[in-house]
């Protein structure tokens, strides 16, 4: 008995320390960089290690505040992401619901058309044709509609609303409603969790497109936010450079860096707390089984 | 009789047609956008030229096949992408397994709830911010690692242009930013057990450890096998964004992978019949993959994906 409890006590000891070692290391990057983008260089240097520094300096974001770049950015993304979302889910929700309907003919077929595309793909060249033919190379549409529609959330959706009881359904359907008022004033309101947390994945995808900029877009006016970090912040010779040299302040690169980072970074840092409580909430257990 | 069976198909379609209308748009757009595509592959076979079209391009046969298995670059790259996968998956794949599985432990539940939070934190955040993180902290001018390893009397090391570390960093980095959330899959794999299995272990005698081991995860045993499964269908994939933003002039040896070399001669060089025909290659390999994984579980006795 006492061996036991002894035993479980150094497990939980051990456990404790790792786990929260873990998340301590998940968020320590990003207390650095906050903390880097607000420290004057010469301290920064002095004592790197430092969380906290003596002197606010605020320099580097009335730096970046100045650079148009990543305003361009900024209304690129906000648009890919809005206009991602709302197609992404209406698309979503009147696909979903015909799926999910067990007697529907036709239904095996198409659930094989989709899943197939889980797992083979084009490529990168047919894709880039895809765009080109379609005159969408270098609009904003080559960032929201090539991604529109995903199979697996599709499906999660899909066994979501299979999920709601018939019952809940049939006695509208008595009163004579058809499918589309059904699915509107039914299915959808019934949906809300599951929806909410597709809003959040898609939206976060849209906010870091990045792949989809770097093939289907030229033109640095069309370019979203994560181009223009990339270009900043990773790439040496990036804009964060041009303006050192045009050097009106004192503020260094690398602060100019870590201010970019967390300007981008922002609206994911604070809607995040909100959007964790969707996370466990049952679409994705429904997922595995399915 | 055709006339009849014809009126019943037409009756039927009526009766149904509004989750028909619905369905459309779906189907159409997975026509459009990834059926195109597939078709698109054909290109790999043509000497493919923009404006003839794919249609009026000539065939080639595997012309660009028998160029691609010709280059030694080819090897290389096949290699570390190779190399780098299979790198992730021994030390990427078991690890979410290993952090459900504590935090399950975890009896302070609010204390779980938070340290669920944060580990997810990171795969919100996109690679091209992560990368920025990873080469600025990295970099050997002003870095912080290497200003903290001059402080300790140590010359400062330049990490993303040597060989040796590109890779221990690519697969740290990743697990870093998504085993936390991969953790979630199984952590809902072990809320579902049915807890009388750890009473009637309690019952037995069993330490918390030897529950671990011989409750929960033979119970969660086939969520791990269909994610290993899809994984394996993945394996061609290295992740193009984390690679691209890590790589540099100085690691393409070890960094060049084949999604990042097919964006580099297929669009950046213009080469597209050639790209066309990595990318056939390596959609080809990943699908042999998740056959053969998915007909080895079933011969084990195992669920499979289908």
């Known amino acids: 008995m006492n061996i036991r409890s002894r035993g479980d006590k150094l497990f ?37 290690l430092k969380l906290i ?139 809300k969790p599951a929806i909410a947390t597709f809003v959040i994945f898609h939206a976060v995808t849209q906010w870091n497109t990045f792949f989809n900029a770097i093939i289907y877009t030229s033109k640095r006016d069309l370019w979203p936010l994560m181009l223009i970090v990339r270009d900043m912040v990773v ?41 964790q409580k969707y996370f466990m909430k049952g679409i994705l257990v429904g997922s595995i089984k399915g | 009789m055709f006339a009849t069976s014809m009126k019943k198909s037409f009756r039927y379609l009526n009766k149904k047609k509004y989750l028909y209308l619905l369905l459309m748009p779906g189907i159409i757009y997975f026509l459009v956008f990834n059926y195109v595509p597939m078709y698109g592959v054909i290109i790999a076979f043509k000497d493919f030229n923009f404006a003839k079209g794919i249609w009026n391009s000539a065939w080639i046969g595997f012309e660009n096949f028998r160029y691609m298995f010709g280059l030694s670059d080819f090897y290389t790259v096949f290699w570390n992408s190779l190399y780098l996968s299979f790198l992730k998956l021994a030390i990427g794949f078991p690890f979410p397994i290993l952090l459900a599985l504590f935090l399950n432990e975890m009896r302070n539940r609010t204390y779980q709830k938070i340290t669920q939070t944060i580990i997810y934190l990171p795969h919100f955040i996109s690679w091209v911010v992560i990368g920025g993180i990873l080469v600025n902290f990295l970099s050997p001018s002003w870095g912080v690692l290497n200003l903290f390893l001059k402080q300790l009397g140590i010359e400062p090391i330049f990490f993303l242009a040597d060989n040796d570390y590109f890779r221990p960093l690519v697969v740290l980095s990743s697990v870093w930013k998504d085993s ?32 671990l081991w011989y409750v929960t995860i033979p119970s969660i045993k086939s969520t791990i096998i269909i994610l290993l499964i899809l994984r394996l269908g993945h ?72």
Do not use: H
């Open chain 1, 53 to 191: 520094p003596n002197k606010l300096e605020f320099s580097a974001y009335t730096q970046i505040f100045k650079m148009d770049q990543l305003w361009t950015g900024y209304r690129n993304t906000i648009i890919i992401t809005v206009l991602g979302v709302c197609i992404n889910i209406f698309l979503m929700i009147i696909t979903a619901y015909p799926l999910s309907k067990r007697d529907l003919k036709g239904r095996s077929f198409a659930l094989v058309l989709i899943t197939f595309t889980m797992f083979f793909n084009g490529g990168l060249i047919p894709n880039f044709y895809l765009i080109k033919s379609l005159d969408m190379y270098n609009t904003l549409w080559s960032l929201v509609l090539p991604n529109a529609l995903g199979a697996y959330n599709l499906l999660l959706m899909k066994n979501f609303i299979g999920n709601i009881p018939p019952s809940l359904e049939e006695s509208a359907s008595i009163d004579g409603a058809n499918e589309l008022r059904i699915l509107f004033r039914i299915i959808v309101p019934l949906s």
């Open chain 1, 235 to 275: 790439d040496s010779g990036g804009v964060a450079k041009d303006v050192m040299d045009a050097g009106t302040s004192g503020v260094t690169e690398f602060t100019i860096k870590m201010a970019i980072i967390i300007f981008s970074t922002l609206p994911i840092i604070l809607v995040y707390p909100f959007m």
């Open chain 2, 235 to 306: 394996i061609m994939n290295n992740g193009f964004e984390q690679i691209f933003v890590l790589q540099n002039p100085m690691n393409l040896g070890v960094s060049e992978v084949f999604e990042t070399y097919a964006y580099r001669v297929g669009i950046l060089g213009g080469r597209f019949s050639f790209g066309a025909t990595v990318g056939l290659f390596t959609s080809v390999i990943g699908l042999i993959f998740l056959l053969a994984s998915n007909r080895i579980a079933k011969f084990m006795k195992e669920d499979g994906i289908w």
């Open chain 2, 180 to 211: 936390g959330w991969e953790s979630i899959i199984y952590l809902a794999a072990i809320v579902s057990i049915n807890s009388e299995l750890y009473e009637a272990a309690g019952i037995d005698g069993a330490s918390r450890l030897q529950r």
């Open chain 1, 12 to 48: 939980d000891i051990v456990n404790y320390t790792c786990l929260t070692l873990f998340a301590l290391a998940c968020l320590f990057p990003f207390f650095y960089v906050a903390a880097f983008s607000v420290t004057p260089y010469n301290e920064y240097l002095a004592n790197p």
